[in-house]
């Protein structure tokens, strides 16, 4: 970032303000090519793990060499058919809502560092800026669900709300103890926090347990926070047929599929940036890996979990979701949040 | 509220066993045939497409009365001795691949062939016109692909996908 | 138990309801006053020496053409004349209709068949749903595919077929009409060949490539 | 994790509270939603459809409306000859066609008084138990698709391509067979070793694949948590409504016609009736009709292993393939356990080359007619899971 903003400011003798929207314009077209690739990428692996777990092979046939190009063919095939719109649909609203889901997730992309001092948005209010723009994403999926004029979907929006609303809970309560330890929300600095190498992580049991459990309700909520794996609720396939976005087609849908998996790839980079210790090396000799492939990789095994759990378990019921969310998740997150801080007051981690 | 933890424990742990087994699948071998280029050899019984020997068939009638769904037309003219076919047809629309038609067949013409893929723009190219030479030979049967170039032979199968019955 | 023992029992509790008994046919039955049957029936469930707690089967039938003897002439289906025309039957059915019920006993695993005649034209029978609460579908079925109706029936409506349906597909005497909303039912005559193929057409059948010709 | 006091017993909350008869919201009208699930809809296992009142997720009426698959197969046994029939009864239960060529089969039999050879007898036995796996398979698969497991419908289909093959090899057809005439089979055992390998297949069922699908499914809590205490059916309902095979098992009714309206040679061998038990909840829960249908399978494993390891010489065939199949005059009604209950065929004939009269008693359509009953008062979730538990095929409902 600064030295976009030296180079901007230096060789092409912009004044501040200038410098600063075109670091800023540059940053957002990486970040949407970077959502773009994931998008593709993860649909493909989605794709691949799934098969070989059913012991089948995925896509073999596009692209010669396992189907690489499944996802890039997929993209062609969504931005070529054709958009109906339901009749007695509530246009507006039909037509704003995946831009909406889309965007909740695309905004908190801004806030993550990929690499010390490299993020499109770098204030101190990092983390609790990701989380109030992703529930951005629950008023797209009522929206969505209410206006494509299907009781199916309404069934799924109501579903989802109540289901994204209630987790958001554990998902801030389960980051709150490393806050604590960070002592700042800047997302920078907490990966720095977590210098060192693996034993420095915030995901370690043993400088504090709490926070491995904290991690476990972390990874949780972030499932149902995607609407993903046992609490697909929403888009079941066996009830709902797909939920609020089954009159959804062509470049709308696109959307959605875009946003789930933008969401995924963004909650697995929290984790990774908040309990695995961001851009850092696993141990002290790997100095020479890119910090921002030591990230992603990171980002991407958790991504593997989620779907190891989506391709396993069957689905929670609504109303099991519910209990699980209130009350079960709430009590052990805000156990972690007392166990952590007075763990950290008894051993001095506080900064 | 002993409950209340069995059940987190329970949870937990079928959970894990069950990730366990889905893991082992990874690195198992698939056991799905890639169909287009790896083909499965069909069983010596296989009923696949009907197909009527024109040379040893009489017209005595027998497989369509037998078919259950009527899906034979034979047109003839002339009386027992002088009995001269002037039409022969199956129509792959209707039929049933039940191969009641190949079981009381005295000259044993009629038989069912090992073809099953048989895809074509036309409905119409599906009543098979057995005794005009016009029509293009069957699409589906093994001789007219190979003709047509692009026959693929149906490779070793994989453990368990089907005997090693020859394909006739 | 014997099944002439238990048909001395239906006798004896339903008096005259009891019409007589069949004894050396291959599955002997007793056949039954379609007014009683009711009674029949809750008598034959409830009483503790027959238990028949299970209606196997309930099914319509329609005796038009079969004799006393049990043979006679079945109308096949009105099939088709060989130009392909449908045969229109101009027959009138006389015969009656009848109910078969078959019962089981889980506990004394003993069977029983109930039969009844009814008249064609008053095909009315008293419902068993009361009795067996399976029986309520079987008769919507009999009332949909055989037009029997069954008075006291808690919602006698078809079964299989569209509510707008005109006429009972499994009596003897029915014609198919020949098309439903506008729907052809009659469809391509059988024996002939549906795809008349012209000789050197456009579309002659060129398998499998796209028909370019 | 949702333990006693919050589980939502739907019944008790249905019933306890008047949940529709008094206002949420004094003054603000609120209606039932008036649903259709089906015919077109993945969780109803073929063209059901099931006109749906629900007040927000409970179900408050439930109505199947049939007839989608209609196909007047009765109708067609009055014009069609008894040998060109068999090729109908495939058609009823596409699962398990081999029990319902079985079922028509003995009933033409038992009309012609026609003895059938002991050779055809296991034969007929095993390929039926065979074709019963096969269903049970896809039993155990959707159900858990309906639960959102989407894993074990793969490995399910997995082991029922084995048996595909298997029953190609002896019948020539992959799914719809027409294998079995009246008198006998159509075909002898081929002699490229199949009976050992339907044997290794049996072996390779019992001992790894089903305890794969135990740990993978059955005993998962989430699982657990989704089926027991789901869709209760106690034994009177099952009884009154004519439920035959694992939904009356599930409840508990200790009755399954191979043993106890005995055919064809299942008296010759030794198997246990699976009943559920309530291990999980409620006896007759969803639970207990899933884990009737696994323990099936491993009994019926044992029948196959017996019957073809007894498998006696001698021919397969009492007629001769004569086109025509000539039957007295008479009526008997006869009935087969087949994959989803009791199939019976209720055959009169008029001595003529046709039937006079065939009423199919297909055991799916009584097993469905308790949604309209335990079906109210459930989630929608819930209502998903008894639809599914109840293994309907819409084939053998419409005919």
């Given at each position: 970032?600064?030295?976009?903003?030296?180079?901007?400011?230096?060789?092409?003798g912009?004044?501040?303000?200038?410098?600063?929207?075109a670091?800023?314009?540059?940053?957002?077209?990486i970040?949407?090519?970077?959502?773009?690739?994931?998008?593709?990428?993860?649909?493909?692996?989605?794709?691949?793990?799934?098969?070989?777990?059913?012991?089948?092979?995925?896509?073999?046939y596009?692209?010669?060499?396992?189907?690489?190009a499944?996802?890039?063919?997929?993209?062609?095939?969504?931005?070529?058919?054709?958009?109906?719109i339901?009749?007695?649909?509530?246009?507006?609203?039909?037509?704003?809502?995946?831009?909406?889901?889309?965007?909740?997730?695309?905004?908190a992309?801004?806030?993550?560092?990929?690499?010390?001092?490299?993020?499109?948005?770098?204030?101190?209010?990092?983390?609790?800026?990701?989380?109030?723009?992703?529930?951005?994403?629950?008023?797209?999926?009522?929206?969505?669900?209410?206006?494509?004029?299907?009781?199916?979907?309404?069934?799924?929006?109501?579903?989802?709300?109540?289901?994204?609303?209630?987790?958001?809970?554990?998902?801030?309560?389960?980051v709150?103890?490393?806050?604590?330890?960070?002592?700042?929300?800047?997302?920078?600095?907490?990966?720095?926090?977590?210098?060192?190498?693996i034993?420095?992580?915030?995901?370690?049991?043993?400088?504090?347990?709490?926070?491995?459990?904290?991690?476990?309700?972390?990874?949780?909520?972030?499932?149902?926070e995607?609407?993903?794996?046992?609490?697909?609720?929403?888009?079941?396939?066996?009830?709902?047929?797909?939920?609020?976005?089954?009159?959804?087609?062509?470049?709308?849908?696109?959307?959605?599929?875009?946003?789930?998996?933008?969401?995924?790839?963004?909650?697995?980079?929290?984790?990774?940036?908040?309990?695995?210790?961001?851009?850092?090396?696993?141990?002290?000799?790997?100095?020479w890996?890119?910090?921002?492939?030591?990230?992603?990789?990171?980002?991407?095994?958790?991504?593997f979990?989620?779907?190891?759990?989506?391709?396993?378990?069957?689905r929670?019921?609504?109303?099991?979701?519910?209990?699980?969310?209130?009350?079960?998740?709430?009590?052990?997150?805000?156990?972690?949040?007392?166990?952590?801080?007075?763990?950290?007051?008894?051993?001095?981690?506080?900064? | 509220?002993?409950?209340?933890?069995?059940?987190?424990?329970?949870?937990?742990?079928?959970?894990?066993?069950?990730?366990?087994?889905?893991?082992?699948?990874?690195?198992?071998?698939?056991?799905?045939?890639?169909?287009?280029?790896?083909?499965?050899?069909?069983?010596?019984?296989?009923?696949?497409?009907v197909?009527n020997?024109?040379?040893?068939?009489?017209?005595?009638?027998?497989?369509?009365?037998?078919?259950?769904?009527?899906?034979?037309?034979?047109?003839?003219?002339?009386?027992?001795?002088?009995?001269?076919?002037?039409?022969?047809?199956?129509?792959?629309?209707?039929?049933?691949?039940?191969?009641?038609?190949?079981?009381?067949?005295?000259?044993?013409?009629?038989?069912?062939?090992?073809?099953?893929?048989?895809?074509?723009?036309?409905?119409?190219?599906?009543?098979?016109?057995?005794?005009?030479?016009?029509?293009?030979?069957?699409?589906?049967?093994?001789?007219?692909?190979?003709?047509?170039?692009?026959?693929?032979?149906?490779?070793?199968?994989?453990?368990?996908?089907?005997?090693?019955?020859?394909?006739? | 138990?014997?099944?002439?023992?238990i048909?001395?029992?239906?006798?004896g509790?339903?008096?005259?309801?009891?019409?007589?008994?069949?004894?050396?046919?291959?599955?002997?039955?007793?056949?039954?006053a379609?007014a009683?049957?009711?009674?029949?029936?809750?008598?034959?469930?409830?009483?503790?020496?027959?238990?028949?707690?299970?209606?196997?089967?309930?099914?319509?039938?329609?005796?038009?053409?079969?004799?006393?003897?049990?043979?006679?002439?079945?109308?096949?289906?009105?099939?088709?004349?060989?130009?392909?025309?449908?045969?229109?039957?101009?027959?009138?059915?006389?015969?009656?209709l009848?109910?078969?019920?078959h019962?089981?006993?889980?506990?004394?695993?003993?069977?029983?068949?109930?039969r009844?005649?009814?008249?064609?034209?008053?095909?009315?029978?008293?419902?068993?749903?009361?009795?067996?609460?399976?029986?309520?579908?079987?008769?919507?079925?009999?009332?949909?595919?055989?037009?029997?109706?069954?008075?006291?029936?808690?919602?006698?409506?078809?079964?299989?077929?569209?509510?707008?349906?005109?006429?009972?597909?499994l009596?003897?005497?029915?014609?198919?009409?020949d098309?439903?909303?506008?729907?052809?039912?009659?469809g391509?005559?059988?024996?002939?060949?549906?795809?008349?193929?012209?000789?050197?057409g456009?579309?002659?059948?060129?398998?499998?490539?796209?028909?370019?010709? | 994790?949702?333990?006693?006091?919050?589980?939502?017993?739907?019944?008790?909350?249905f019933?306890?509270?008047?949940?529709?008869?008094?206002?949420h919201?004094?003054?603000i009208?609120?209606?039932?939603?008036?649903?259709?699930m089906?015919?077109?809809?993945?969780?109803?296992?073929?063209?059901?459809?099931?006109?749906?009142?629900?007040?927000?997720?409970?179900?408050?009426?439930?109505?199947?409306?049939?007839?989608?698959?209609?196909?007047?197969?009765?109708?067609?046994?009055?014009?069609?000859?008894?040998?060109?029939?068999?090729?109908?009864?495939?058609?009823?239960?596409?699962?398990?066609p081999m029990?319902?060529?079985?079922?028509?089969?003995?009933?033409?039999?038992?009309?012609?008084?026609?003895?059938?050879?002991?050779?055809?007898?296991?034969?007929?036995?095993?390929?039926?138990?065979?074709?019963?796996?096969?269903?049970?398979?896809?039993a155990?698969?959707?159900?858990?698709?309906?639960?959102?497991?989407?894993?074990?419908?793969?490995?399910?289909?997995?082991?029922?391509?084995?048996?595909?093959?298997?029953?190609?090899?002896?019948?020539?057809?992959?799914?719809?067979?027409?294998?079995?005439?009246?008198?006998?089979v159509?075909?002898?055992?081929?002699?490229?070793?199949?009976?050992?390998?339907?044997?290794?297949?049996?072996?390779?069922?019992e001992?790894?694949?089903?305890?794969?699908?135990?740990?993978l499914?059955?005993?998962n809590?989430?699982?657990?948590?989704?089926?027991a205490?789901?869709?209760?059916i106690d034994?009177?309902?099952?009884?009154?409504?004519?439920?035959?095979g694992?939904?009356l098992?599930g409840?508990?009714?200790?009755?399954?016609c191979?043993?106890?309206?005995?055919?064809?040679?299942?008296?010759?061998?030794?198997w246990?009736?699976q009943?559920?038990?309530g291990?999980?909840?409620?006896?007759?829960?969803?639970?207990?009709?899933?884990?009737?249908?696994?323990?099936?399978?491993?009994?019926?494993c044992?029948?196959?292993?017996?019957?073809?390891?007894?498998?006696?010489?001698?021919?397969?065939?009492?007629?001769?393939?004569?086109?025509i199949?000539?039957?007295?005059?008479?009526?008997?009604?006869?009935?087969?356990e087949?994959?989803?209950?009791?199939?019976?065929?209720?055959?009169?004939?008029?001595?003529?080359q046709?039937?006079?009269?065939?009423?199919v008693?297909?055991?799916?359509?009584?097993?469905?007619?308790?949604?309209?009953?335990?079906?109210?008062?459930?989630?929608?979730?819930?209502?998903?899971a008894?639809?599914?538990?109840?293994?309907?095929?819409?084939?053998?409902?419409?005919?």
């Open positions: 970032m600064k030295l976009m903003y030296d180079f901007f400011t230096g060789q092409l912009l004044d501040a303000a200038g410098a600063n929207i670091v800023a314009s540059v940053m957002a077209v970040m949407f090519t970077v959502m773009a690739l994931c998008a593709i990428i993860l649909t493909w692996m989605e794709r691949k793990v799934a098969g070989f777990m059913q012991s089948r092979y995925g896509p073999m596009t692209g010669r060499f396992h189907g690489w499944q996802a890039v063919a997929d993209m062609l095939k969504i931005l070529g058919k054709e958009d109906i339901p009749t007695e649909a509530d246009k507006g609203l039909f037509k704003f809502a995946p831009i909406l889901v889309l965007l909740g997730s695309l905004l992309w801004a806030a993550i560092p990929w690499a010390p001092d490299f993020v499109a948005a770098d204030f101190d209010l990092g983390l609790f800026y990701i989380f109030a723009v992703s529930s951005l994403v629950v008023i797209g999926i009522l929206m969505a669900g209410w206006a494509s004029n299907n009781k199916w979907s309404l069934y799924g929006a109501a579903r989802g709300a109540a289901q994204m609303i209630s987790y958001e809970i554990p998902l801030a309560l389960a709150v103890p490393v806050v604590m330890r960070a002592g700042s929300l800047n997302p920078q600095d907490i990966v720095i926090a977590q210098q060192g190498g034993w420095h992580w915030n995901i370690n049991p043993i400088t504090n347990p709490f926070l491995f459990i904290a991690f476990f309700m972390y990874f949780i909520a972030s499932i149902a995607t609407n993903r794996g046992p609490f697909d609720m929403p888009e079941t396939e066996s009830e709902l047929v797909a939920g609020y976005h089954t009159e959804y087609t062509g470049m709308r849908f696109a959307f959605f599929f875009l946003a789930e998996y933008a969401n995924l790839f963004l909650v697995s980079m929290i984790a990774a940036l908040v309990f695995l210790g961001g851009w850092w090396a696993p141990f002290p000799g790997m100095g890996i890119p910090p921002a492939l030591n990230f992603i990789i990171k980002g991407v095994l958790l991504v979990l989620n779907m190891w759990v989506r391709w396993t378990l069957p929670v019921r609504v109303d099991q979701l519910m209990h699980l969310c209130w009350k079960v998740m709430i009590p052990v997150s805000l156990l972690c949040v007392v166990g952590a801080g007075v763990w950290m007051m008894a051993w001095g981690q506080l900064k | 509220m002993g409950q209340y933890f069995a059940d987190i424990v329970a949870a937990v742990g079928s959970a894990m066993q069950g990730m366990a087994i889905t893991f082992k699948h990874i690195y198992k071998k698939p056991v799905t045939l890639q169909y287009p280029d790896e083909r499965q050899v069909m069983p010596e019984r296989f009923r696949g497409f197909h020997d024109m040379t040893k068939c009489d017209a005595c009638n027998i497989c369509a009365k037998l078919c259950p769904v009527d899906c034979i037309y034979i047109e003839a003219e002339g009386k027992a001795k002088e009995r001269v076919m002037t039409r022969y047809a199956i129509d792959y629309n209707k039929c049933i691949w039940c191969s009641l038609c190949t079981e009381n067949c005295h000259t044993g013409s009629i038989t069912m062939s090992h073809d099953y893929d048989h895809s074509v723009y036309d409905r119409r190219s599906l009543v098979y016109e057995f005794m005009d030479p016009r029509v293009a030979k069957i699409p589906c049967h093994r001789a007219t692909r190979i003709e047509q170039g692009w026959w693929v032979e149906p490779k070793e199968d994989k453990p368990g996908a089907g005997d090693k019955g020859d394909d006739a | 138990m014997e099944q002439n023992a048909y001395e029992l239906l006798a509790a339903l008096g005259d309801g009891a019409l007589g008994y069949n004894e050396h046919a291959l599955e002997p039955w007793a056949d039954v379609p009683k049957v009711v009674e029949a029936c809750r008598f034959l469930r409830d009483d503790p020496r027959l238990g028949f707690n299970q209606l196997m089967c309930l099914s319509a039938l329609d005796w038009d053409g079969l004799d006393e003897a049990g043979k006679g002439k079945s109308t096949a289906i009105l099939g088709y004349t060989d130009d392909g025309q449908p045969e229109t039957s101009d027959r009138v059915g006389t015969g009656d009848g109910v078969a019920y019962l089981y006993s889980h506990a004394l695993r003993h069977k029983f068949t109930l009844l005649r009814v008249a064609r034209d008053v095909a009315a029978v008293p419902t068993v749903s009361g009795v067996w609460t399976t029986a309520a579908w079987h008769e919507r079925e009999a009332w949909d595919l055989m037009g029997i109706t069954f008075t006291g029936h808690a919602d006698l409506r078809r079964m299989l077929l569209d509510d707008a349906w005109v006429g009972h597909p009596r003897k005497d029915y014609v198919m009409p098309n439903w909303n506008g729907v052809p039912l009659q391509q005559a059988y024996s002939a060949n549906p795809f008349p193929v012209e000789t050197g456009p579309d002659q059948p060129a398998g499998d490539k796209p028909a370019e010709g | 994790m949702a333990n006693e006091s919050t589980r939502v017993n739907a019944a008790g909350l019933s306890g509270r008047g949940w529709h008869d008094q206002d919201v004094p003054g009208k609120s209606e039932l939603l008036e649903l259709n089906g015919p077109q809809h993945p969780a109803t296992h073929g063209v059901l459809r099931l006109l749906l009142q629900t007040d927000g997720e409970i179900v408050y009426k439930v109505t199947p409306v049939l007839g989608y698959l209609h196909r007047c197969a009765e109708k067609i046994a009055e014009g069609v000859n008894y040998k060109q029939w068999v090729v109908y009864t495939d058609r009823f239960d596409y699962l398990a029990c319902c060529n079985h079922a028509y089969v003995t009933a033409v039999e038992k009309l012609m008084g026609q003895e059938v050879p002991e050779r055809a007898e296991h034969i007929r036995v095993a390929v039926s138990e065979l074709s019963r796996i096969a269903s049970h398979l896809i155990l698969a959707t159900f858990g698709l309906d639960m959102g497991a989407w894993t074990p419908l793969l490995y399910c289909f997995r082991e029922r391509e084995e048996i595909l093959n298997l029953l190609e090899r002896i019948s020539g057809g992959r799914m719809l067979y027409n294998y079995m005439i009246p008198g006998g159509r075909y002898d055992v081929p002699n490229d070793n199949w009976v050992a390998d339907v044997l290794d297949f049996v072996d390779l069922m001992h790894n694949k089903l305890p794969e699908y135990n740990t499914l059955t005993y809590k989430i699982f657990i948590e989704r089926t205490d789901v869709g209760i034994a009177a309902t099952a009884v009154d409504y004519g439920c035959t694992p939904v098992r409840s508990g009714v200790d009755f399954d191979r043993r106890d309206d005995p055919y064809s040679v299942y008296h010759k061998f030794d246990q009736v009943v559920g038990r291990e999980m909840g409620a006896v007759g829960d969803c639970w207990d009709r899933y884990i009737v249908r696994a323990r099936e399978i491993e009994q019926s044992r029948i196959i292993r017996q019957a073809l390891q007894q498998l006696p010489e001698g021919s397969y065939q009492a007629l001769a393939l004569k086109a199949v000539k039957v007295p005059a008479g009526a008997a009604y006869t009935r087969v087949s994959a989803k209950g009791e199939l019976g065929h209720y055959i009169i004939s008029d001595g003529g046709t039937a006079f009269r065939n009423k008693r297909s055991p799916s359509f009584c097993n469905l007619q308790v949604v309209e009953k335990v079906g109210v008062g459930q989630m929608v979730s819930d209502l998903v008894l639809v599914g538990s109840l293994d309907i095929v819409l084939g053998e409902i419409d005919r």
